[in-house]
């Protein structure tokens, strides 16, 4: 084999594993990436269909239901236009409460919200920034 021939040839193989690696990567950062939906866009349905996807907003006041023997929670999350039913199984946070902010990461079956994971905002000035501009659209939304 010609020395030009073995170094185009490097150069091919070179660029085939560049373009597998970047693919492998661009694929596991797509697989990991989960959006940040409000009540509004559930209601909108602007959610993606059997993905996982963040619900943020707030806990609505007189909606959180504990299961009896288990630790399976009911609550409805709101951003003061819509509302989204919400199932959790797990401990809560501590500083989970009605009337707070609240980021679930979970799936949408049937207009409930089964959440895998809860997060509660963490002192009192503090609401994810998400949450805080769907608040802001859904009370811009609500006013004529």
Do not use: C
């Not at 073995?6 to 091919?12: D, E, N, S």
């Not at 199932?87 to 079956?109: H, M, N, R, S």
């Amino acid at each position: 084999m010609k020395p030009r021939h073995r170094r185009l040839l490097i150069i091919a193989l070179a660029l085939a594993a560049f373009g597998g690696a970047a693919a492998l990567i661009l694929n596991a950062f797509q697989s990991n990436m989960v959006f940040f939906f409000s009540p509004t866009q559930v209601a909108d349905k602007a959610v993606p269909q059997g993905q996982d996807f963040r619900l943020g907003g707030l806990v609505e006041q007189g909606s959180l239901v504990k299961s009896g023997n288990d630790l399976t929670v009911k609550f409805i999350v709101t951003d003061l236009v819509h509302r989204v039913p919400v199932t959790y199984t797990g401990l809560l946070p501590d500083l989970f409460k009605e009337g707070k902010g609240v980021v679930a990461q979970g799936k949408l079956t049937d207009g409930v919200f089964h959440a895998e994971t809860v997060l509660a905002k963490h002192d009192e000035n503090y609401m994810p920034p998400e949450a805080a501009k769907a608040l802001q659209d859904a009370a811009k939304q609500s006013k004529p």
